[in-house]
């Protein structure tokens, strides 16, 4: 049985998702690349179903795109509420009739598509550093999703008909349906037009060799911005990830932020400064990262080193204010997440190993207190973060 995960949600729209268990640490040493080329290959049609066809009923029914990450492939639309059989349907064709012969000129033309994707991204300083953290994290195993120009050249039609095969099946499949529906209708629809869908083997995940407490990681990039990051580990599972989430709307969720506040608002120092929860080679953790100019390095260096400090120690004092404020932030964005469409975009772990539940989540981030997040705060503090530094 596939899992079928329906979440009930007034509105015209309703969002429907296609979540595959399987990424780029899924892919063997010689076909790196080959999850996201699937991925575009995806949207080209096949022999029988042309890419013009394809593109037309996309835009006819809805909004339609899909990413893929280290340890899956989502495809998604978000269409009304009357047209999500039929958006159902050519998701289906889309995915699964993937392996009839498609003409080699696409099969071609779409590695060129990659091709650019893969030097936009290398010219990106942010995401460099990024791909470089997961590799410090997690081996090669992380390699980056794109794979490299030279991997995604070499991958055969062969190949690319094998990963089919061994990836998109029942098996490694789970379906997210968000929208005012009948779920047990849904559910029944799905089931009964996924019936031949054969059920393989799920693709275990990789669980990578953490390599921690680094000095700090120099990246050279030829760019007139720099980037920074650190990443701090936290406890629990990474489906737990949850629980930080006020931290990380207090110190760098957004505009309201302290590190934005201090760094950038009071201090000037960076173009951009950010922080948030989440994964770094499953490893659930606090990031924070920024753009800057190369020379405001070693001071932001000592701004987010105090900002921290001065966290911990005054959280009931005079921070307060400013806590009182982030934290009405956070439940803020917390509760529109909730009530967009995308919600749970990417809660891949929460749906796998417990049902997403928006009031659970909710009961989190209204039950976490000052003092919980001071105790989280201290705690990610007494472990050794890594840093990374890119710059030319
Ligand atoms: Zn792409």
């Keep these: 049985m596939i899992p079928i995960l329906v979440v009930?949600?007034?509105?015209?729209?309703?969002?429907?998702?296609?979540?595959?268990n399987v990424g780029s640490t899924h892919e063997r040493q010689d076909e790196h690349g080959i999850a996201h080329f699937v991925e575009h290959m995806a949207f080209t049609g096949t022999r029988a179903i042309s890419t013009a066809h394809v593109a037309k009923e996309m835009a006819r029914l809805g909004e339609f795109n899909a990413y893929?990450?280290?340890?899956?492939?989502?495809?998604?639309?978000?269409?009304?509420?009357?047209?999500?059989?039929?958006?159902?349907e050519l998701m289906v064709s889309m995915l699964f009739l993937q392996n009839d012969d498609r003409c080699p000129e696409i099969f071609q033309r779409e590695k060129s598509v990659i091709g650019e994707e893969i030097s936009s991204r290398a010219d990106d300083g942010y995401t460099v550093g990024w791909d470089k953290m997961y590799e410090v994290y997690g081996g090669t195993v992380f390699h980056p999703v794109t794979g490299t120009a030279a991997t995604v050249k070499a991958i055969t039609e062969q190949q690319y008909k094998q990963f089919i095969q061994s990836n998109y099946h029942g098996g490694n499949l789970m379906i997210h349906v968000t929208g005012d529906v009948d779920t047990i209708e849904a559910v029944d629809d799905i089931n009964e037009s996924l019936e031949d869908l054969v059920t393989g083997q799920t693709n275990v995940i990789h669980q990578p060799n953490?390599?921690?407490a680094q000095p700090p990681i120099d990246v050279v990039h030829q760019n007139q911005q720099s980037s920074y990051m650190r990443f701090y580990e936290l406890p629990g599972e990474p489906n737990e990830s949850d629980r930080y989430v006020m931290l990380s709307a207090l110190l760098g969720g957004g505009m309201h932020s302290m590190l934005f506040e201090r760094i950038r608002n009071q201090l000037g120092l960076v173009y951009w400064v950010g922080a948030g929860q989440t994964q770094v080679g499953h490893q659930n953790g606090l990031f924070i990262g920024a753009k800057l100019a190369k020379d405001n390095i070693t001071q932001l260096r000592t701004e987010i080193d105090q900002v921290l400090v001065g966290a911990v120690k005054n959280a009931c004092g005079?921070?307060?204010?400013t806590t009182k404020k982030n934290v009405t932030f956070g439940f803020h964005q917390a509760n529109d997440s909730l009530q967009g469409m995308e919600a749970n975009n990417d809660a891949w772990w929460s749906v796998k190993q417990k049902a997403f539940d928006p009031q659970e989540?909710?009961?989190?981030?209204?039950?976490?207190?000052?003092s919980d997040m001071q105790g989280q705060l201290k705690e990610m503090l007494s472990h050794p973060c890594q840093e990374l530094i890119v710059s030319n």
Excluded: H, M, W
């Design 361 to 370: 989540y909710l009961a989190i981030v209204q039950g976490t207190s000052l």
């Design 8 to 20: 009930n949600r007034p509105g015209q729209l309703v969002s429907l998702r296609f979540i595959f």
């Design 210 to 212: 953490r390599v921690i």
């Design 68 to 88: 893929t990450t280290y340890d899956r492939t989502v495809y998604y639309c978000t269409c009304l509420k009357e047209n999500l059989f039929e958006a159902f």
């Design 318 to 321: 005079d921070l307060f204010d």
